[in-house]
């Protein structure tokens, strides 16, 4: 059974760092691998997709890269700003099926 | 247009009641999704449509009963449902459900609460 960690749980930064958030997956048989965002009480925006032919995927401040050998994915977040600050999940796609990880909860204070 | 849209935004039943939520798209995406998301826990996959049929149960209570009526519209509807099944219930869609997964597209969810 897949199963996806994610760390660090929790976040705290000021505004301008760069930082890494981390997933983990056990079973390295996956389509892809994608990066959410959740803000407090609302639906899953989509972030990136990474296929898993590919290294790595960037959009604006975010990177994401793949080593699908290792079971590991990392989300690169260049200068953080505080609308940054929400829950970001990672998930592993199987057969027609998401496994999301348990979260990182990234606070940036101004 | 890229919105997975759900009805309604909130809602509270009793045990006793039956109510339905409501997914829709336009996207063309022929995979749908059910999803339920417990505070501070990360969504957990209910069913699967693709091509309009029901593909994959996660052993979900019958108390919860899916219904895909054409392929831009996804419903489940909810009968004597426990306090326990008080969740943001979250609808997504893909362009296939097949062995090549596609990006998955999440709707703002339903937050339902049983009394």
């Known amino acids: 059974k897949q199963e996806v960690t994610q760390i660090p749980a929790a976040l705290s930064v000021p505004e301008g760092e760069n930082l890494v958030l981390n997933c983990s997956f056990t079973?390295?048989?996956?389509?892809?691998l994608q990066w959410f965002r959740q803000d407090p009480g609302k639906g899953l925006t989509s972030l990136l997709l990474?296929?898993?032919?590919?290294r790595e995927q960037t959009s604006g401040r975010l990177n994401a890269s793949l080593d699908k050998s290792s079971g590991r994915s990392t989300l690169y977040i260049a200068a953080s700003q505080p609308g940054d600050s929400a829950t970001y999940l990672c998930a592993v796609t199987g057969f027609q099926k998401l496994v999301f990880g348990t979260g990182t909860r990234l606070l940036v204070s101004p | 247009d890229t919105e997975v849209t759900q009805t309604p935004k909130h809602l509270v039943m009793g045990m006793t009641n039956k109510k339905s939520l409501k997914c829709e798209q336009h996207m063309g995406h022929r995979a749908m999704y059910w999803y339920k998301q417990k505070a501070k826990k990360p969504p957990e996959l209910m069913f699967v449509y693709s091509y309009e049929k029901l593909s994959i149960n996660e052993s979900v209570p019958s108390r919860f009963s899916p219904e895909c009526p054409n392929s831009s519209l996804l419903n489940l509807h909810l009968h004597a449902l426990q306090p326990e099944d008080s969740a943001l219930y979250l609808c997504?869609?893909?362009?296939?459900?097949?062995?090549?997964?596609?990006?998955?597209?999440f709707g703002p969810g339903t937050r339902l609460t049983v009394t």
């Open positions: 990474i296929q898993s032919s590919q």
């Open positions: 997504a869609s893909s362009l296939q459900g097949t062995a090549v997964a596609y990006e998955q597209y």
């Open positions: 079973d390295s048989a996956i389509y892809n």
